[in-house]
DNA sequence: GGGTCTCCTTGACCCAGATCAAACCGACAC
DNA sequence: GTGTCGGTTTGATCTGGGTCAAGGAGACCC
């Protein structure tokens, strides 16, 4: 499960907090001081664009703060989101120069980048970087076919909820314990980008969180910030099975 | 492109034609030797599940001929495929013991397998294996991330033809070189196992097949072979860029 | 205060695709 | 030939979610 990784890495290594996650879970002396060679910081705020999609991207990293998406779009104007990078996930990909989607800053974004190709010979002479990178890929492999499941097979109300399950998971694994089985987090987008992510319109979004919060499976404060009173009454909204199926 | 590399290694690497796509790129005598020894072939039927999701899997390999599927099913039986895995195609995860899916063979199918403990040895004192590993699994990501602009937002005839374009570029590049922009295939799965991959019903599959024949899209002998005209057209009716957006 | 953004909610109506049901079409067995 | 069985097609009807449209609710500025 990544979650532990991240904690065990937090701990482990001082020289990168959470920003290496994919470097440093046994990143010796010589190592860091490569990676501290090619690291720089770049912060974006909300609403702006890390890339778009065929742009040259000359770096990788991995978000340090805030929340991204990934987001491919038709020429007609559908758009759909393919990924969620929350703090510790990866961005970019090595042996490939263009961008393969936009990607966009939710919140405010602080990302942690290498630069490119002195990274992917990091890569070539330190083999557990690409063993590392290749656990990480297959996690977010999974979770894209997760995803899959979601899009093509459940209803409008078991995809919010499927959303607000990961998103509370995440958070709550990132910050505040859970007291009492009740959850408490902020929203990190828009409805629009819900729908984005969930293959809805807006106005779905809304009916069915609406709805949700009448049926006392969340309460809401303004538009984002939700209490989750119960969280294993979210996951049989969301239509998982007992863990919610989101643990790798 | 993935067709290129495995073009590539079929020539370069006598010992293993197709089979070893993962690891032939650069394979040298010893990675070689160590993997006959640690090979075996399975063969199994049209509709034999290989392994069911959960279940132990204590090897990886890959396609040799035939086609299977993964398949995700929720409780009340509602069922998603998560990937179609054609011959080159890498099957398991390094690094963990339980299937995560449903894999069952829709053709009849043969796997060279490798013992996953060894095969995970030979990946840690063979940098390149894991390179090369998620180069693989970085293409499958890609796949996966298309797959969801094709749940999430087209439409029922979008659908059809996105997966009738990726069966017929991976078989024309398996097979027969275009005589003159005509393709010709042979779909590897039933109506409902299209259903499953798309999100759809069975009934509507065959209504948007029918719907696609009547309209010289395709042409239908039987109910699996298949001539496309004029596949720019099928891309066109998929809704994709001109070149079909799967290059990766 | 009022004005004007952006984001969100709610209502009324519509349609693509689901559901229910019937029939069709080889292939294979007897 | 007849039976039957899996896979497929086609029709009739229903419905979840899309579309169009009108307000609401903050946040920020003047």
Known sequence: MLHSDLAHSTQDCEACPIRHRAVCARC?????????????????EAGQTVVWAGDRMDFVGSVVSGVATLTQTMEDGRTQMVGLLLPSDFVGRPGRDGAAYDVVATTNLVICCFRKKPFEQLM?????????????????LDAAREWMLVLGRKT????????LAIVARRDATLNLLTP????????????EAMSDYLGLTLETVSRQMSALKRDGVIVLEGTRHITVPDFSRLLEEAGDDSDGGMLS
Request: charged share 30%.
């Open 28 to 44: 010796d002396a010589d190592e860091l001081q490569v990676l501290e060679g090619i690291k720089y910081y770049r912060s974006f």
């Open 124 to 140: 070539e002479t330190t083999p557990h970087i690409a063993q590392r990178l290749l656990q990480m890929t297959l996690d977010e």
């Open 180 to 191: 009492n089985g009740k959850l408490v987090f902020d929203l990190p987008m828009t409805r």
């Open 156 to 163: 409008a109300r078991e995809k919010i909820a499927s959303l």
